[in-house]
């Protein structure tokens, strides 16, 4: 079982940048891996996903600013995230499976296998 710890959460002001790291437990170079976020009231959704050939996926509310990648010597998924909007506040997933998922759909967490705790994202005006 892949456990999946995030880190690199933080508040921070509109217009600024934040570096999401995920470190996992064993090789993640065969997994689908993404980023979901959830705010608050709101279903968990992926904003960006990454394959084994590494080709990746954003949702429409994130392209252009968020960056996903992976470091499969160290076990670990990236999300670099720029040009940071208030509406981007939210806890952030990291997430493995075995299965592509569509972007920005609520059902698409039935398609992943493992999970980390989030860490949570805020960012002000």
């Known amino acids: 079982q892949v456990q999946l710890v995030e880190s690199g959460g933080g508040s921070v002001q509109a217009g600024g940048s934040l570096r999401l790291s995920c470190a996992a437990s064993e090789s993640i170079a065969t997994y689908y891996m993404a980023w979901f976020r959830q705010a608050p009231g709101k279903e968990r959704v992926a904003v960006a996903n990454?394959?084994?050939?590494?080709?990746?996926r954003y949702a429409d509310s994130v392209k252009g600013r968020f960056t996903i990648s992976k470091d499969n010597a160290k076990n670990t998924l990236y999300l670099q995230m720029n040009s940071l909007k208030p509406e981007d506040t939210a806890m952030y997933y990291c997430?493995?499976?075995?299965?592509?998922?569509?972007?920005?759909?609520?059902?698409?967490?039935?398609?992943?296998?493992?999970w980390g705790k989030g860490t949570l994202v805020n960012i002000s005006s």
């Open positions: 990454i394959d084994r050939k590494t080709k990746t």
């Open positions: 997430a493995a499976g075995t299965i592509d998922i569509a972007m920005d759909e609520p059902t698409s967490v039935y398609g992943m296998d493992y």
